[in-house]
């Protein structure tokens, strides 16, 4: 009997636990536990490491990735950059090195070659978004991270977040699912992505453009992947999707995941740009762009569930039919 092909795999905790003790200077026996996690979803997969004397820490198994094209030198970026803000002193989960001092490792699934890394563990609670000191700090270390990443000269190619990534690409996924049947929707969606794409191209190429408005970005700050300690120390995990990219769309991807821009209590979403502001000013031109971003990014998530082989299936984004 042939063997058939498989979509998505979950790694043995003790299986993973046998590779990290076997790679990595740590106490044994290493143990390893999935975090629970919904099914349908296209996230990584993340399990809790405990060692011998009892220090904990996070191995995320990064999916087989077809989908946004990613080769090794996206996730080498990724482990990188956060090796960089943490050495430059950025409240981030930092990878942890091997014993041969590389900071990536991969194994091989039954779908094909995976990559993974260990993290250290973030401590506290998740953020909460009606407390205001917590809001300010998010916004504060954000744009600390944003400066601090002014002179990272990365070693590894990544995918820009550009017009391209952000809108055409998905656009292309959404037209494979969305047929005759919702052609008015696609019609709708392109025309908000067209005008969404000339605000932006006109915001960059005027003179007021500024120069570090673009650089690296976490892509997906929220307010699930940063926890607070009682003392409201942060710690920002999950850069799963970073890259080069425009910080007014970080800011719009921030407030966007958070809903803030339509919260009730303005003040916040102020609190937030407070912090913010507490640390790098943004020009009239960023801030014009946040709108058209966040325009951006609900195209981008709706093409991001356009998957031809995801667990989400095609009714995630559009109806079934009989």
Known sequence: MNQIRIMRSFVAADALADLIQAEYNLEGPVHCKLFSKMLRTQDNDHYKVTTGNGEKYVVRVYQFDNRLGRQESDYLYEVDWLNYLHQAGLPVSYPIPRADGRLLSSLNAPEGLRYYALFSL???RPMSLKNEEHLFVLGREMARIHLASNDYQGKFERQPMNLEFLVDKPIERIKQYWDEDRANDLEILMISAEEAKEEIQALINNEQYTPDGWGPIGGDFHSSSVFFTKDNQPTFFNFDLCGMGWRAYDIAVFLFNTNLIHSKSPE???????????????????????APFLTIRRIWQTGLFSMNDGLVGHTFIAPAHN
């Open 122 to 124: 973030a401590s506290g």
């Open 268 to 290: 916040l979403s102020e609190a937030f740009f407070a912090g913010y502001y507490s640390q790098r000013q943004l020009s009239d031109n960023e801030h014009a762009a946040i």
